[in-house]
């Protein structure tokens, strides 16, 4: 199976919505046996293939999946085998953040690279790797979040994006 597991996350989400290969083929533009092959593992799904898939279903676990095989791994890994409630995946997400916050109170951020002793190096990395848990953490708090309360997960990056350029954080 890929890097980034779309084809389990497209399974689970035609278990969830009782859809057919075939409805999902046509939702993605191929036959629904190439559908199965993806699933199987036994044909890697394409770019725009992964792009209709997530857009059809509107899934925060198959945009999830399609970043991270599209990246090869460079995003966010969904988790398969923790508790995704709510306030499971928020109190999880409180913790990796104060994480962050605590270690970013004891690196030296002004310092350069090459100013860095090898002790503040382990230290940023550190931060670094916090940070990267952070992230997870927070992509699966705003996944959680839009499947439990019926979000858009597109129209909320959408959204994301435009509030970015009316505050010009964005071109």
């Not at 909320?156 to 505050?167: F, G, I, Q, Y």
Request: aromatic residues 8%.
């Amino acid at each position: 199976m890929a890097i980034g597991h779309f084809s389990g996350a497209l399974e689970e989400v035609l278990k969830r919505t009782g859809d057919t290969l075939a409805k999902a083929g046509k939702a993605t533009n191929v036959d629904g046996s190439q559908i199965g092959k993806i699933i199987k593992g036994s044909r890697k799904p394409s770019k725009e293939v992964m792009k209709q898939a997530a857009q059809h279903y509107d899934d925060s676990r198959l945009y999830i999946a399609a970043a991270g095989e599209v990246t090869g791994g460079a995003f966010a890994p969904w988790l398969d085998n923790v508790d995704l409630h709510r306030a499971s995946v928020l109190f999880k997400t409180i913790e990796e953040m104060r994480e962050v916050l605590t270690l970013s109170a004891e690196v030296p951020i002004s310092k350069t690279a090459d100013q860095l002793t090898e002790s503040e190096r382990q230290n940023m990395k550190r931060l670094l790797m916090e940070t990267v848990e952070a992230i997870t953490a927070l992509t699966h708090f705003a996944a959680v979040l839009c499947k439990e309360y019926s979000f858009s997960w597109l129209a909320t990056w959408k959204e994301h994006r435009a509030d970015l350029k009316a505050k010009k954080y964005m071109k």
